[in-house]
């Protein structure tokens, strides 16, 4: 797959940045930081409406058949805008778990839902800090779910879950109805992420992988999740960077802007390296899908996109100075933003790891 | 498979070819001047072979292919450790520079095909003592002389000029006006009465870069390639001949490939080192370092090939990877404990540690400093103001020493 995008990716990356810049701002989004349970709704309706949750899912379930690449840019540009809901990345990778390893019925029942949007997916892969757990916490028996999965994005509005399960005594991969599964909500930094603690009990589930290949098959997912997520972490990137830029240009101090002195005009220019390598990255691993590859690209992807959130957003504050400690200026959505990407689908140690048992050849 | 592709297959089997001969094994314990003679051998191999000048016009002896044939060249090349440094200013700026603003079109042709078969080799004279990043506060100065003109002052960090046969200059002829304005550009003749050479030696123990003084260096006003006052746009100019070159994203210096070896074959606390959390770190952002760094690559050269301009991010390469060399090189030197002292003078900084580490600080100096670069990223890529700078619009001779 070409490294450049075309025509019709360019248009996604333009279209998708005009709406959200019309439709998201952060007055709507400073108050959902102190409520649980809340999203915006102006985000996931524009995404059900623009078809980004059909977007990179198959044409016979109601998907558009595009891939990484245009949903990547669509993250892309909600990372830029600050996305008001978690569920374009958890659709997304419980949707590709169902369309991967589920049989047609479960792909009938599940895939067209999840590609209008009207149901909204997760992915329960982790448990505390581990990210793909050698014996996860939650147990099936009998297609039944019993135990808690910790920290799930979107938990608390998601109709059904991938959920990463002990099989028994073996991985299992398993999809999840969440209607009546008991949702503890997290009151957590960044709450539009809606994170949930599930408690399943005697939950139904219906088995997608069980043994060794359940975890290949959910670290795939992860991978997936993470490029997109790298993409949304690059977007963020990027913005912090230009708030960063935007303001060094008028800000006056000593008689003259901030911006012409070389302690803040050679922090921005190392946040423009690193947003640049976080976007190469991106747009690489996105390339990568399906070669032998991927999971090396998507590492690198989410190490780099991570490094680069949580610089320009720390650099971007610093260079506001008391104004960017405010809560009314917002700054701190992104900064906020850049800690909860860096830890849902595997925080940088994790995929640190996993990309050096790769180079090293310890992987399997 | 495409006509670059089998472009760069047909490339890399000549170049293969040429190890046994030109390769860094076969030069081994050759003194420099000894060297320098089979890299005139190697460059007249390739212009004979179609692959000097490759990007030149044909009427000037080139080969008249495009950007993406030398870059391509340039980096198969590159993983052999060939003796084309030597050639590099030479070829990379004075003679494209001499191409474009030379008057005696007969003198330009004779000297661009020695230049390429290796006979001939340009300095360019740009640095001084007084300044190397701030290129237009320069000292140096020629003075009309009858016709022509007198040249007197010091140049330095004149890479190879113990071997030149020609330099490109750059001298203040106006010290009246502001410090941009007072510029010429010549070419001079190395062995030319008056111009003395001096070698300085770095700390990876080589002598590559020179001191070069003229005392009273007289010169015809036919070697001016500018207009009087008019030296810094052709200076600017050269800097800019060749945005895209072949780039390593690893700095020069060793394949990350190799530290992970070491990894895998030093102890740390009782285990192989590369069980490390500490070091798996740093194999890991490294990697990710130089991946980005790649993909930056490989998109600037799809973007050419497919007629585009490339952005402008592909000047993150020198900057991050050689500095992140200098550090992986401090890590490896320190993992290797006690064993960590032997040092080679002859080593190769893309194989040995020590010598990546003790000549690192040459790469994020030469060239544009980091914080040249950084500058320059701020300034032309973000839009962000320049420096406060005391001499803007000072002419050259009230600016406070």
């Not at chain 1, 920290?151 to 879950?161: E, M, P, S, T």
């Not at chain 2, 070829?91 to 003198?107: E, K, N, R, Y």
Request: a negative charge; proline letters at 4%; one cysteine or more.
């Amino acid at each position: 797959m070409s490294i450049l995008y075309d025509e019709g990716q360019q248009a996604i990356a333009t279209e998708s940045r005009r709406v959200l810049e019309a439709r998201v701002n952060k007055d709507e989004l400073l108050p959902l930081l102190e409520v649980t349970g809340q999203y915006h709704d102006g985000f996931w309706n524009t995404a059900k409406e623009q078809g980004w949750t059909a977007l990179a899912l198959p044409e016979a379930y109601g998907g558009l058949d595009l891939g990484l690449v245009e949903l990547g840019l669509i993250a892309h540009q909600a990372g830029r805008s600050l996305s008001g809901a978690p569920f374009l990345t958890g659709s997304f990778g419980a949707a590709k778990a169902i369309e991967l390893y589920g049989s047609d019925e479960q792909k009938a029942k599940y895939l067209p839902g999840l590609a209008s949007g009207e149901t909204i997916g997760a992915v329960a892969f982790a448990s505390g800090s581990s990210a793909l757990p050698v014996l996860p916490s939650v147990t099936v028996t009998d297609h039944q779910l019993n135990g808690t999965k910790t920290g799930v994005a979107g938990g608390l509005a998601a109709d059904v879950a991938v959920v990463y399960a002990n099989g028994p005594g073996m991985p299992a991969l398993v999809v999840a109805d969440l209607s009546k599964v008991t949702r503890n909500a997290i009151d957590s930094f960044d709450n539009s992420r809606l994170y949930a603690d599930l408690v399943f009990d005697a939950t139904p589930v219906e088995t997608l992988v069980v043994g060794g290949a359940a975890r290949d098959a959910a670290l795939h997912i992860l991978a997936l999740q993470a490029v997109i997520t790298a993409h949304e972490q690059t977007g963020g990137a990027e913005a912090m960077m230009e708030i960063a830029r935007d303001y060094a240009v008028t800000r006056r101090a000593f008689g003259q802007v901030i911006g012409a002195f070389q302690s803040i005009k050679h922090r921005i220019a190392e946040l423009y390296g690193f947003v640049e390598l976080a976007r190469a990255n991106c747009i690489h691993a996105a390339s990568r899908e399906g070669q032998a590859d991927f999971i090396t690209a998507a590492a690198a992807a989410r190490i780099s996109a991570t490094e680069a959130y949580d610089s320009a957003s720390r650099d971007c504050v610093q260079i506001h100075g008391g104004m960017g400690v405010t809560w009314e200026l917002g700054l701190h959505l992104h900064t906020r933003r850049a800690r909860s990407l860096a830890i849902e689908q595997g925080n940088l140690l994790f995929w640190e790891d996993i990309l050096v048992d790769r180079l090293t050849g310890e992987a399997a | 498979m495409s006509d670059l592709d089998a472009y760069r297959t047909k490339a890399a089997a000549w170049l293969e070819s040429m190890v046994p001969t030109y390769g860094k094994e076969a030069r081994k314990g050759l003194s420099v001047e000894e060297d320098l003679a089979v890299a005139r051998q190697y460059q007249r191999a390739k212009f004979d072979a179609g692959y000097a000048g490759i990007n030149w016009p044909t009427e000037y002896g080139g080969q008249g292919l495009g950007h993406l044939e030398k870059v391509t060249f340039d980096t198969e090349e590159m993983k052999h450790g060939f003796p084309s440094f030597y050639f590099g200013i030479s070829l990379g700026m004075p003679i494209p520079v001499l191409m474009q603003f030379g008057s005696d079109q007969a003198f330009v042709k004779e000297r661009v095909l020695k230049a390429l078969k290796g006979e001939e080799i340009w300095c360019q004279l740009f640095s001084e003592p007084s300044g190397g990043s701030d290129l237009a506060g320069l000292r140096t100065k020629a003075e009309v002389d009858g016709n022509g003109w007198k040249i007197n002052g010091q140049k330095i960090w004149t890479s190879w000029a113990q071997y030149c046969d020609y330099g490109v200059i750059v001298v203040r002829t106006d010290p009246n006006v502001p410090k941009h304005k007072g510029l010429t550009y010549f070419w001079v003749d190395m062995k030319a009465p008056g111009v003395t050479v001096v070698p300085i030696k770095l700390v990876g123990g080589d002598s590559h870069v020179n001191e070069v003084f003229f005392d009273d260096v007289k010169i015809t006003d036919d070697h001016r390639m500018s207009p009087v006052g008019g030296g810094f746009a052709v200076a600017i100019a050269t800097l800019m001949i060749e945005r895209y070159v072949a780039t390593d994203s690893a700095g020069f210096g060793p394949h990350l490939d190799l530290f992970v070896d070491l990894a895998k074959d030093t102890e740390l606390n009782g285990k192989p080192a590369i069980e490390d959390g500490r070091i798996r770190q740093q194999i890991a952002r490294n990697y990710a370092m130089r991946s980005g760094l790649q993909s930056i690559t490989a998109r600037a050269m799809a973007m050419m090939q497919a007629g585009m301009v490339p952005g402008p991010e592909g000047s993150l390469n020198k900057l991050v990877a050689v500095r992140s060399r200098q550090k992986l090189s401090e890590l490896a030197i320190d993992l290797q404990g006690s064993g960590g002292f032997h040092y080679d003078d002859h080593a190769s900084q893309k194989e040995n540690w020590t010598s990546s580490w003790i000549n690192a600080p040459t790469g994020r100096i030469a060239g544009g400093s980091d914080e040249t670069l950084l500058n320059t990223i701020a300034e032309k890529i973000l839009g962000l103001p320049q420096d406060h700078r005391p001499d803007k619009g000072v002419p050259f001779n009230q600016i406070p020493a």
